[in-house]
Each structure stands twice: as C-alpha cells, then as structure tokens.
C-alpha cells in the first residue's frame, strides 16, 4: 500500500499489506539495510524486487524487529540460502522460533484452515538470524551508524529496536503499533512491557521520529500515552493477581480498558499465569 516515504534523511518507510507490517530500509554510502523482511518467500522477493527498483544500491544488511512470522518470514531470501547478506536479530530468537513459531508453522501445514488468514507457508523454512544480538551494537553502515538495541522481554522476548543516530529515527517493530492496538500475541509479556517503553523513553528526545511495526510514524508523545495504557493494563493484571480474579471477572469490572477486550483478555491470561509460575510461562 502507498509507496516509500522518506521519513527522514535516508530513511524510506513502506507500509505494506497483508497486516500493514512495517517496512524500513536505510541508506548507506554503499548499500542498504533492510527492516523486516515480511510473512512468506513470496512477499519477500516482491520486497526484495521493489527495493531494487527503487534504490541504485544493493542489500547488504537485514534486521529482524522480533521473531513474529510478518516480521521474519521472509528471511530465508535474505540468509545463506538467498542473498546471502549480513540478518541481525535479538538472540531469542532462535528460541522464540522453536517455541512458537515452528508449532505454528507445523499445524498450519497439517490444516490450513487453522490461519484464518490464508497464510501462505508452503515454502516458509524458518531462517533464525546470521547475527544474534545479545547487547547493544553499533553497525556501520558505510558513512553512518545505526545502533541495534535488544530489549527485555515485552511484545516478545526477542525485541530490538533500531537508533538512526544522524537521523534521530527510531524503528520500534511492534513493541508500538499506531494502526492498530498492541497485539499481545505469542510469547509476549504484558507485566514487563511498560517498563521495557519507560527505558526507551529516557533515551527519546522530543522531534525523534518513531516507526512502529504497524502503522504511521509516531512521535514521543505517541509513545507515552500508549505506555500508560499499556501500564493501566499490566496493573489491571497485578491487581486481579492480587484479588484472586480470573481474566473474565476482572475484564467485566470496567469497561474502559484502552484496547479491544479481546486482546486485553489475552494479555491478563499470560500475565497472570506468569505472576503464578514466573518460571513456567515463558
Ligand atoms: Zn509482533
């Protein structure tokens, strides 16, 4: 959908469908890096045709925001087996692959009508990155910087955020959505990710750009208030805790919560499985 927007110097952003997932690709002296790399082979090399029509410069690096199929799909066309360039992702991801996502991938393929969405996994071999990330790290890429900085457990155990230091742009993956709200999907951690954004937000000045994993560019402003919703929500869960609630009876004694109930319900469902077996629920 729409085409790349250069959010700022150097920076391109693209939204693309299925899902508006989030695609960003920074300009070095002589090459690119590539954010993301989509759900499937397929959407993969329409990414790696449209980068290459739009950039004189080839792909040299890909990062991975975190290990959610939109997100790392695609990576087999970029890995060893495909372009063979530079793939940086946080180091759970190779975990977070065997946990969740390679489940997923294995049902889905014994019966597809369990992705509602028609996912088109056939050809998907799950492609962890080249380059774990354990702390943080500066890449250079030709005459500039981009500092790849791994998260504590949020949206996901296996977050990374990306600083464009000469552009003072932030790539945020989905530990910020704007088109949506926050998935609390598979792996996440509702308790903690508030703290992981107020951490974050010490290190954002006012006039930073942010772009989330879904969605239009943000500001910090954005990200303080969907912080402190996502606290209100991750209180909601210590206090339910607290009392002895279920997800249900807590979720039905306000009706103010900031996301759709749905998710919420999901959200106080691991967060209070988590507060019950700290070690169990990861
Ligand atoms: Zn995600």
């Known amino acids: 959908m729409g085409d790349w927007t250069e959010v700022a110097d150097g920076v391109h952003h693209k939204r693309y469908n299925p899902l508006d997932v989030s695609i960003v690709v920074i300009e070095g002296e002589f090459g690119v890096l590539a954010v993301d790399t989509r759900s499937s082979p397929r959407e993969a090399d329409e990414l790696i045709a449209d980068i290459s029509a739009r950039f004189d410069k080839p792909i040299r690096w890909v990062v991975n925001t975190h290990a959610h199929y939109d997100h790392t799909f695609g990576n087999q066309r970029f890995g060893p087996f495909g372009l063979d360039v530079d793939v940086y992702g ?127 560019v943000v500001d910090r402003s954005f990200v303080v208030r969907q912080t402190a919703q996502l606290k209100l929500v991750a209180d909601g869960i210590r206090d339910a805790h607290a009392r002895g609630l279920s997800p249900d009876e807590a979720l039905w004694e306000r009706d103010d919560w900031p996301f759709p109930v749905d998710g919420v319900f999901w959200a106080f469902d691991r967060g209070l499985r988590q507060l019950d077996a700290p070690t169990e629920a990861r």
């Open 90 to 216: 946080h180091r759970n991801i190779r975990r977070h692959f065997a946990q969740f996502e390679a489940p997923r991938l294995a049902a889905a393929r014994r019966d597809p009508s369990r992705e509602p969405g028609g996912q088109d996994w056939s050809e998907v071999t799950l492609t962890p990155p080249t380059h774990e990330v354990a702390e943080r790290t500066t890449l250079n890429i030709g005459d500039r910087k981009v500092d790849l900085i791994p998260l504590r457990p949020g949206h996901t155990d296996t977050d990374l955020v990306l600083l464009v230091r000469d552009a003072n742009t932030w790539v945020l993956g989905d530990i910020i959505e704007e088109s949506g709200p926050p998935m609390y999907g598979s792996g996440s951690f509702p308790l903690g990710w508030p703290g992981v954004l107020e951490q974050l937000l010490e290190q954002m000045r006012p006039g930073d750009r942010m772009i989330p994993g879904h969605g239009q």
